[in-house]
């Protein structure tokens, strides 16, 4: 079989193909993807699920000379790995065999190739892939003459033979070419036959079936690498001197971390956990990412590897695990089989140059994670579009209907489109999900012994990165252990920032989740810009939990996910004074900190322990909850935890209470120590804010990191007392700079200016005139008007915006006609000036925000005639009906449990920020409205929440737009702004709305 990972040509997954096989009764099933193994563990595992035996192979080559390997013993494996990476790597002729095939069977389409092979040395056989007719006839007549089998392969590149249009279409979009223009497919007849078709396709060469079956039985032997956990080398060490250079490594980092002589409670840990690491061969491991955090001033440890005092102590993580409760054998247990990682943070724009220089220090014995990237409805509807010959005009709103779908929510309107849609629908719904192409894993890094290639083939990414043909998932399976090193923008805010502020503000040592203005800041929710709490829900969790402390912080960051609402409300009620009890009297001592409920996934772990699982069994439970493994086995440990609570005297209604808790943690959650790490970068960002609210939120819109698009944190800061400045040639950096009470625009915030015109800008300063700007940066047109528009030509020359624009035409009307050499001298006659209201909407054109006010102030004529709250008044107004006018700055659509789509909003004013609900019936009736983002009249009932208030929106409107400020507003994109040069379209990953113009 060519499963989907024969990219763009393949139909079915691996489990689809095992699944269809052993309901036809086959009892083998081989894999022979394009050029790679992609779907080796998918096959192994599918394979064990049905029953059948697999067989690993892959194919090289294009029809109709491929070759056919087939592997029969590790060695051959570790050839096919060798064989796939050089041909990957550009051969002199990809379609010949280079070096070893021990261990491998080559079967081959093309009979001369054949012969030359055959010569060669190499075990060859006939590879017929149809029923006999000429070229099949030449093939066997050759192999017959060498002496060597001709095999009966079906070939299968999908399930049914329906699913030919479906390779068809995928075939179109990998020739972007129409789908009637396709030639470059197989024949209809190659999907999987019952095994009796498949007979009687090969009847006349009945040795073709049995040479087949028993090249099945040779290559089941093999199923698959069994190579144990391939731990990184440090240096030339043996495993007992890494593990005594990591005994000194511990205890020197520890005399630093706690003083000497040690605490007895730190000595007892780390002799304990430098046993477990010793015994289960992890000391180069930790070493290896010793040295590759050491160089590095400011990184961030994650992950369940922060819950090791080692980790502490060689300075990879930065929180306390004895201070913080943290659990190390949710990281490292004697019993673990599965290989643990340990993930760590560098500022974005420096992560790139780590992972150079681990790639280059290890060679061909590193590469990283692959990632396989499946079409998005977006891009399935785009695809589809083109190879229909269709217009992609209706692509947006069309789209919006896959989305819905693919989240299981319905839209309404589907039966009511007109052709040619629902046929384009229904081909775009065929392809979302499967696999486009390959990418390269955010920061997943393997390193091994022995070259990597042996292992696993090793192919390059666009960007000539070397990448592992297995996601994360196939890397742990087969037991390669992954360094994850990945970038985190708020490093680089919080670097940023405090290179700004004197050294001596801050205070040594630094320990922000003790600054009480901290904590005053983060408990009432004033945390937009702060990494990792600045999102509606967690501002608001903040607000109604009233806590500003690290340990709250931390519980709020990991309670705060999908499949706990109602543990967040009974959180709260409990924390507010709500009597409350243990489920049961075991669980004291286990839950005590989060007030009896289970936050953290090691919950999970430490509550089965206490029942009566293993440390080992209990992680593995963890892991089946958080769906990181075989859902079938869930029930086997049910029935394992309800037989241990029986035991333990625990009644049937309490053990389901108990178990049902346990559930929560479905689909996703995270571990204290990731928790915690992170808590700490956000206390750090926090404190920035509290104490020097400029360069911070300079160094958050210039690091274009963040929940919200630059309009929202534009407006923060006014809220915060800033005052923004202009863009200006003479005085803006690239970035924003932030000092005292101003902030400066950085020049990244023009829209359409160049990065290289930025950089002759700053190197050519300061300009005497417009003219000596013009001659010595040499700005295009485009960068031109969108410089004078916003404002930062205005220091230039005492003229108006329409002479400069004059000034910059007839400059560029004389450098057309090569009369630049020398500055030219123009005049500008009087011209008309703008009024406000033109002169505001073309900066916001070219910034996407105003500097001077807010830009829903342009409706203060409106909110006085409606009789509109501000948003500082919101809490005064609990329980009643209100008109608000917001500009809408987020948004996150969600379905309920019944499948309805809802989403919830965040709109501002010059005043703060406004939390609404729109429930399906009024999310139906205004979503058109919410797809155009900016601002809004809001009309609903105020709720008090644990003393947060939101507001629940029955209707909704747009306000009649000021004379001469018209445009479109539209949501903020998902990614930053591709082009670098440009200003940040948008600002992280959070969903939201960013105001652009028309």
Not at 419 to 434: D, H, K, N
Not at 580 to 594: F, I, N, Q, S, Y
Not at 635 to 659: L, M, S
Not at 970 to 993: I, S, V, W
């Amino acid at each position: 079989m060519h499963s989907h990972f024969s990219l763009l040509a393949g139909t079915g997954s691996p489990a689809r193909f095992c699944r269809a096989a052993a309901s036809l009764g086959y009892t083998h099933l081989a894999l022979t993807d394009s050029g790679n193994l992609h779907g080796l563990w998918d096959l192994v595992a599918s394979c064990r699920e049905t029953g059948l035996a697999p067989i690993i192979g892959a194919e090289t080559g294009r029809r109709p000379g491929r070759l056919f390997f087939f592997v029969t013993s590790a060695t051959g494996y570790r050839n096919l790995c060798f064989l796939l990476t050089r041909w990957h790597r550009g051969a002199a002729d990809r379609a010949m065999v280079p070096g070893d095939t021990s261990g491998l069977v080559l079967l081959v389409e093309d009979p001369d190739r054949l012969a030359d092979l055959h010569r060669d040395g190499h075990r060859v056989a006939a590879a017929l892939t149809g029923a006999p007719d000429g070229h099949n006839y030449r093939l066997r007549s050759r192999a017959r003459q060498l002496g060597c089998p001709a095999v009966a392969l079906q070939d299968s590149w999908f399930i049914r033979p329906s699913d030919h249009g479906l390779h068809r279409l995928l075939r179109a979009v990998a020739g972007r070419c129409r789908l009637d223009q396709v030639r470059d497919h197989v024949p209809a007849n190659r999907f999987l036959p019952d095994p009796g078709l498949f007979a009687r396709r090969f009847a006349p060469w009945p040795e073709t079936l049995k040479a087949a079956r028993e090249l099945a039985e040779e290559c089941s032997g093999f199923q698959g690498p069994e190579s144990g956990l391939v731990l990184p080398p440090y240096r030339n060490h043996t495993a007992s001197q890494a593990a005594a250079t990591l005994r000194r490594a511990a205890l020197a980092g520890a005399r630093k971390r706690y003083g000497h002589p040690l605490p007895e409670k730190v000595r007892r840990r780390l002799d304990h956990e430098l046993a477990v690491i010793h015994q289960m061969g992890f000391c180069s491991y930790f070493l290896v990412v010793r040295d590759i955090v050491r160089p590095v001033s400011r990184t961030c440890g994650r992950g369940s590897g922060a819950a090791s005092l080692v980790a502490y102590c060689l300075e990879i993580t930065n929180v306390c695990p004895i201070t913080h409760n943290l659990y190390f054998e949710r990281f490292l247990n004697p019993g673990r089989r599965d290989a643990p990682d340990i993930d760590i943070d560098f500022a974005w724009d420096e992560r790139d140059q780590v992972l150079r220089q681990v790639l280059d220090r290890y060679g061909d014995r590193a590469a990283m994670v692959c990632s396989v990237i499946g079409f998005r409805p977006r891009m399935a509807l785009r695809e589809v579009c083109r190879v229909m010959g269709l217009p992609a005009a209706e692509i947006k709103t069309m789209a919006h209907h896959l989305e819905l779908e693919a989240d299981h929510r319905s839209p309404e309107d589907r039966d009511t489109l007109e052709a040619p849609w629902p046929e384009v629908l229904s081909l775009a719904r065929q392809l979302v999900g499967r696999p486009r192409h390959i990418s390269v894993h955010p920061g997943g890094v393997v390193i091994t012994p022995r070259p990597l290639c042996g292992y696993v083939p090793v192919q390059s990414s666009g960007r000539g990165i070397p990448i592992v043909q297995w996601d994360k998932d196939g890397v742990e399976a087969a037991g390669l252990v992954k360094i994850d090193l990945l970038g985190n923008r708020s490093l680089g805010v919080i670097r940023d920032a405090l290179a700004r502020v004197p050294g001596s503000a801050v205070p040594r040592p630094w320990r922000p989740e003790e600054d009480p203005v901290t904590r005053r800041m983060l408990a009432r929710g004033g945390t937009m810009g702060c990494f990792y709490i600045e999102s509606p829900a967690m501002r608001l969790l903040q607000q109604r939990s009233g806590r500003g402390d690290f340990e709250h912080l931390v519980l709020h960051s990991s309670i705060i996910r999908p499949a706990a609402n109602t543990l967040i409300r009974e959180y709260l009620r409990r924390l507010h004074g709500g009597s409350w009890k243990h489920l049961h009297p075991l669980l004291a001592g286990v839950l005590d900190e989060t007030y009896g409920i289970m936050a953290y996934q090691e919950d999970v772990s430490r509550v089965a322990v206490r029942l009566g699982f293993t440390h080992e069994e209990a992680d593995r439970l963890r892991k089946i909850m958080a769906k990181k493994d075989n859902q079938k086995t869930l029930e086997i440990f049910q029935d394992r935890f309800f037989g241990c609570t029986a035991r333990c005297g625990i009644d049937p209604d309490t053990a389901g209470k108990i178990w049902e808790m346990m559930r929560s943690f479905e689909g996703y959650s995270f571990c204290k120590p990731h928790s915690a790490s992170y808590a700490r970068v956000s206390f750090q960002a926090a404190w920035l804010k509290a104490h020097h609210p400029a360069p911070f939120m300079a160094a958050v819109i210039s690091n274009q990191g963040g929940y919200y698009s630059t309009l929202a944190y534009v407006g923060e800061a006014m809220r915060l007392g800033l005052r923004i400045l202009r863009p200006d040639v003479q005085q803006s950096d690239w970035q924003w700079q932030g000092t005292a009470q101003h902030l400066r625009v950085g020049l990244m915030a023009v829209r359409g200016l160049g990065r290289e015109t930025g950089e002759r800008i700053l190197a050519g300063r300061p300009f005497a005139s417009m003219l000596d700007f013009l001659h010595r940066v040499r700005p295009d047109e485009d960068e031109i008007r969108a410089l004078v528009h916003s404002g930062a030509l205005d220091s230039l020359e005492e003229v108006g915006r329409p002479e400069l624009l004059w000034m910059a035409a007839a400059w560029h009307h004389k450098r057309k006609n090569g009369q630049t050499l020398f500055p030219v001298r123009v005049r500008p006659p009087v011209l008309p000036q703008p009024s406000s209201l033109e002169r505001l909407r073309a900066e916001f054109r070219v910034l996407g925000f105003l500097c001077e006010r807010h830009p829903v102030t342009l409706y203060d004529t409106i909110r006085s005639r409606l009789r509109t709250i501000l948003a500082r008044d919101l809490e005064h107004h609990a329980g009643r009906r209100v008109r608000y006018l917001g500009w809408c700055i987020s948004g996150k659509i969600i379905s309920t449990r019944t499948g309805e789509a809802m989403e919830f909003l965040s709109f501002d004013d010059e005043t703060g920020v406004v939390e609404c609900t729109f429930f399906p019936r009024v999310f139906r009736r205004y979503r058109g409205l919410l797809l155009d983002g900016g601002p809004l009249v809001l009309e609903g009932l105020v709720e008090e929440d644990f003393g947060a208030c939101t507001l629940t929106v029955q209707r909704a409107w747009k306000p009649h737009m000021p004379a001469g400020t018209g445009g479109c507003w539209c949501r903020k994109k998902y990614q930053a702004d591709a082009n670098p040069a440009g200003p940040p379209a948008t600002l992280g990953a959070g969903r939201g709305r960013q105001a652009m113009p028309p």
